[in-house]
């Protein structure tokens, strides 16, 4: 599968009264063609800055892109003018966020957005914009499309909202979809109905998703790839199969165990519950070891004077740990 999105070395630093923070440290990625690739890591370890740069949404000032490149199907988005760029937002490349109803504006109907985003961006008349977001609702699965795209987006439950925010987001048919936390404001089922409507869009589209979540289990169901990202470093990348089965890093083995098993514990109705002590330190705070040491028990003396650099596991798996070299994990 060839990469439609190579994200290499990315650096962004932010100015603070605290002094400045890297908030993306060295940050490397590839998007297949048709693939879905999960981001996982608690708040605050890179994410979602992960996304607004590719998106070319970091706000400057107080943010920048320092270094790296961002290049989407051979096209480098850290020097394209605002306006080119802008013409690639919403066309080539788009994004869910976590919360609809704050991305869809509250004064237009849900069918006059998704139209105006077709306009915006393909030479189509205004009627054929309109049967477009018909079209988007129903395959989003909006019942009577036609009469829901005439609504208000207060008139809609929560999870209809998200779903009409996948149908603007995949509109113009973009070759990437980047969907930040896209169901963190909603119920359990209706979560599983839109991981669902995810996954089958992929399949229908063969548009390329970036998934940022830190629910592993939508990272097990839907996911082909992981890379997991702690203090804004990306600290281990592999197939599903390779980082849910055989995790190299503590920090993935942390997040993993924080997962309950039911299985494991047949009959008690509380499962006993793992987690990774302490908390992500503050971006202005890393010093020059690892960043996740103050947390690891396999911490040694070189964690605290070197950051470990990424290294091979296999050719799909590499991870960013000392341990690594030492074989402690195998
Ligand atoms: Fe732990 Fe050291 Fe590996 Fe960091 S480099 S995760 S401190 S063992």
Redesign the pocket.
């Known amino acids: 599968m060839s990469v439609v999105l190579d994200v290499k070395d990315l650096v962004v630093d932010f100015k603070t009264r605290a002094g400045n923070a890297r908030v993306l440290n060295q940050v490397s990625l590839d998007l297949r063609e048709g693939e879905i690739l999960g981001i996982v890591g608690e708040s605050g370890c890179g994410k979602s800055m992960t996304a607004l740069s590719i998106m070319g949404l970091i706000p400057n000032p107080p943010g920048r892109i320092t270094s790296g490149s961002i290049s989407l199907d051979g096209q480098e988005l850290t020097s394209m003018p605002a306006a080119k760029l802008r013409a690639i937002r919403g066309n080539r490349i788009s994004m869910i966020f976590q919360e609809p109803m704050t991305s869809l504006n509250p004064v237009f109907r849900i069918g006059d957005q998704i139209s105006e985003s077709v306009l915006l961006h393909q030479n189509v008349s205004k009627k054929e914009a309109w049967k477009r977001a018909v079209e988007m609702l129903e395959l989003v699965g909006i019942p009577e499309p036609a009469v829901r795209a005439r609504s208000y987006p207060h008139e809609l439950s929560g999870g209809m909202r998200q779903r009409v925010m996948i149908g603007l987001a995949l509109a113009c048919k973009p070759k990437v979809l980047i969907a930040d936390e896209p169901t963190t404001a909603l119920d359990v089922t209706v979560q599983a109905q839109i991981f669902d409507l995810l996954k089958n869009l992929q399949e229908e589209t063969g548009t390329a998703i970036i998934l940022i979540t830190h629910d592993m289990g939508a990272v097990a169901e839907l996911a082909d790839r992981v890379s997991v990202m702690y203090a804004g470093h990306v600290i281990e990348t592999g197939s599903t199969r390779q980082i849910l089965d055989d995790p190299r890093?503590?920090?993935t083995r942390g997040l993993i165990s924080c997962v309950p098993h039911l299985e494991d514990n047949p009959g008690d109705e509380r499962p006993y519950l793992e987690e990774i002590e302490g908390v992500v330190p503050p971006l202005t705070e890393l010093g020059t070891g690892?960043a996740?040491?103050p947390r690891?028990k396999?911490?040694?003396d070189r964690?605290l004077t070197t950051n470990?650099v990424i290294g091979r596991v296999s050719q799909q798996h590499s991870v960013a740990?000392?341990?690594l070299k030492e074989k402690e994990l195998a």
Do not use: K, R
Request: aromatic share 14%.
């Open positions: 890093h503590p920090y690892c996740f040491a690891c396999h911490v040694m964690c470990p740990c000392h341990l």
